[in-house]
């Protein structure tokens, strides 16, 4: 995987693990929310059937409260008053009370009268629940609650069904009345169904928020890394030429100094040596003279050949240090232009790095020969100087300044890039009374403590 790749994988891989993460949260958490709610109406609906079938039981208790207090045990006429009075309080299609006695026998049942007079002790529902021996149960037990299947009048169909039975215990009866709960259940499923709908409109409702945003992110970055590597292949492009440029402008000016000047010195010495030859072989007075005049001329030419080597690496710069290089450079600058050219060191801690001190240098160079060629000065001042353990470098002259606003030329660009590759500033103030240059380097060109400590 490329580099464009990773940083494109490592600016979409979280935002996607993220909108996944915070789309099953949401989905889990609406449907906590949901199930609970769901949960609690369903609770709340059971409560109130226990409610109504319990008071619906006590109004039928009350009904025959007054006969069955002044029957006898074996009262049979009270029995059959009771019955009669306990069919006939039925309730909607499904609403009826039904009476057992403790063996299991059916007394009342005005749904399903062909249980009338059996017994259904060992009855069971789908569930294997024995439901009239439970209910039984239950009523000796003080009464109470029960929840089991049964057939549902109205439909046919088998039902939950929850019945409330209290004891007649005189008679040994067992007297109830139940609510059928499929329409509770019912209304859950329906809650349920809703539920998820939400639940889906939801985790829609996200994945449409959130695969657009992941898509505009894609392409954002995608742009953004296409037109970054289009201005970075500019800029490199930019940069080759500009070292072409440099180094045939290097190599012409080389070419032109070894052509005008070391060639044409060389060619006259072979001249003099020459005409000194002849005048030697005739005997000639005058030879030494032209011997002499050949081996200055021989000096002029190592004399230029040393200028030449000086501008391309000065060796004083790596033997003694940048003040040193640049006092020479300074002497070589006065007596080649006639500028009045002054240095001052003194304030200089010297702790660069070679590459730092390197770079000053040609900032140094690169400003001599914009002074000596553009500015018509007569006098230049160079400051080298450390202030919070960081480099600082000025080179003023009072020449006639240059107009910034037409942009830098390619000396000016050379000094910047320079500066900027140590993360350093260069500073140009220009105007009618001369120029000034400011070269600042960051603690981070110094040498190490040790390697300080060891230069000292």
Same mark, same amino acid.
């Given at each position: ?69 002044? %029957? ?11 019955? %009669? ?248 600058? %006065? ?122």
């Amino acid at each position: 995987m490329t580099l464009r790749h990773q940083i494109i994988a490592l600016a979409i891989v979280p935002l996607v693990i993220s909108i996944l993460a915070i789309t099953a949260f949401i989905t889990w958490q609406s449907a906590n929310l949901a199930k609970n709610s769901i949960d609690t109406f369903e609770q709340n609906m059971l409560k109130t059937k226990e409610a109504e079938i319990l008071n619906l039981t006590n109004l039928a208790l009350s009904a025959i409260q007054t006969i069955y207090d002044k %029957a006898g045990a074996d009262d049979e006429a009270a029995k059959q008053q009771v019955a %009669a009075i306990l069919t006939s309080l039925d309730y909607g299609k499904d609403g009826y009370f039904f009476v057992y006695d403790y063996d299991g026998n059916n007394i009342v049942h005005p749904r399903q009268s062909f249980r009338h007079g059996q017994n259904w002790l060992y009855l069971t529902d789908p569930d294997g629940d024995k439901v009239i021996a439970e209910l039984i149960a239950t009523a000796k037990a003080g009464g109470g609650l029960h929840q089991y299947k049964w057939q549902k009048p109205s439909t046919g169909q088998i039902a939950d069904k929850l019945s409330f039975v209290a004891s007649l215990d005189k008679w040994h009866w067992v007297v109830g009345t139940g609510v059928y709960l499929d329409d509770v259940f019912a209304q859950s499923a329906a809650a349920n169904k809703v539920m998820r709908a939400n639940i889906k409109r939801t985790f829609v409702i996200v994945a449409l928020i959130a695969v657009p945003s992941v898509l505009v992110v894609f392409t954002t970055c995608m742009l953004l890394t296409f037109h970054e590597r289009r201005m970075a292949d500019s800029r490199l492009k930019e940069l080759t030429q500009r070292v072409i440029d440099t180094q045939e402008e290097e190599r012409t000016r080389l070419a032109r100094e070894l052509h005008d000047g070391i060639s044409q010195t060389l060619l006259g010495v072979r001249y003099a040596m020459d005409l000194a030859g002849r005048k030697v072989r005739t005997n000639v007075d005058e030879a030494a003279l032209t011997i002499d005049r050949g081996v200055d001329a021989l000096n002029g030419a190592i004399k230029e050949i040393r200028l030449l080597s000086h501008d391309l690496r000065p060796r004083v710069l790596d033997d003694l240090g940048l003040t040193a290089a640049l006092e020479a450079l300074c002497h070589h600058f %006065a007596e080649r232009t006639g500028i009045e050219t002054k240095i001052d060191a003194s304030g200089f801690a010297g702790t660069l790095k070679a590459e730092a001190s390197t770079a000053l240098y040609r900032v140094a160079q690169e400003a001599f020969n914009n002074v000596e060629r553009h500015s018509g000065a007569s006098k230049l001042s160079v400051k080298l100087w450390s202030d919070g353990g960081r480099a600082r470098m000025t080179i003023s002259d009072n020449g006639t300044g240059f107009d910034g606003a037409g942009g830098s030329g390619l000396g000016q660009r050379n000094m910047q890039e320079r500066m900027a590759h140590f993360r350093g500033l260069l500073l140009i103030n220009s105007s009618e009374a001369g120029t000034t240059l400011t070269a600042m380097m960051p603690r981070s060109a110094n040498l190490p403590a040790g390697k300080q400590a060891e230069a000292a």
